[in-house]
């Protein structure tokens, strides 16, 4: 298994991170390596847009119909926008 060490790390970052481990009952180690581990769960973005390019295009959206239904509809029930 391979080690990481992360060097000069302010004092307030360093204890921001202790209290956070601590909160979740963690060590800092456990802590920091879900921290890891939960950001390499995540795409990247060039992978999200990867994606997003790849996907078939979906249906148009008539956005101005549908506020224009909500809109008349709003009035015709006497409700006042939020």
Same mark, same amino acid.
């Given at each position: 298994?391979?080690?990481?060490?992360?060097?000069?790390?302010?004092?307030?970052?360093?204890?921001?991170? =202790?209290? %956070?481990?601590?909160? *979740?009952?963690?060590?800092?180690?456990?802590? #920091?390596?879900?921290?890891?581990? &939960?950001?390499? /769960?995540?795409?990247?973005?060039?992978?999200?847009?990867?994606?997003? =390019?790849? %996907?078939?295009?979906? *249906?148009?959206?008539?956005?101005?119909?549908? #506020?224009?239904?909500?809109?008349? &509809?709003?009035? /015709?029930?006497?409700?006042?926008?939020?």
């Amino acid at each position: 298994m391979a080690n990481i060490q992360i060097k000069s790390v302010p004092d307030e970052t360093h204890e921001m991170l =202790r209290k %956070r481990a601590a909160e *979740a009952d963690m060590t800092l180690r456990d802590y #920091l390596l879900d921290l890891i581990r &939960r950001d390499l /769960a995540r795409p990247t973005r060039e992978e999200w847009f990867r994606r997003i =390019r790849s %996907r078939p295009p979906g *249906a148009p959206v008539d956005v101005v119909g549908i #506020l224009t239904e909500e809109r008349k &509809r709003r009035d /015709a029930s006497g409700a006042s926008p939020k």
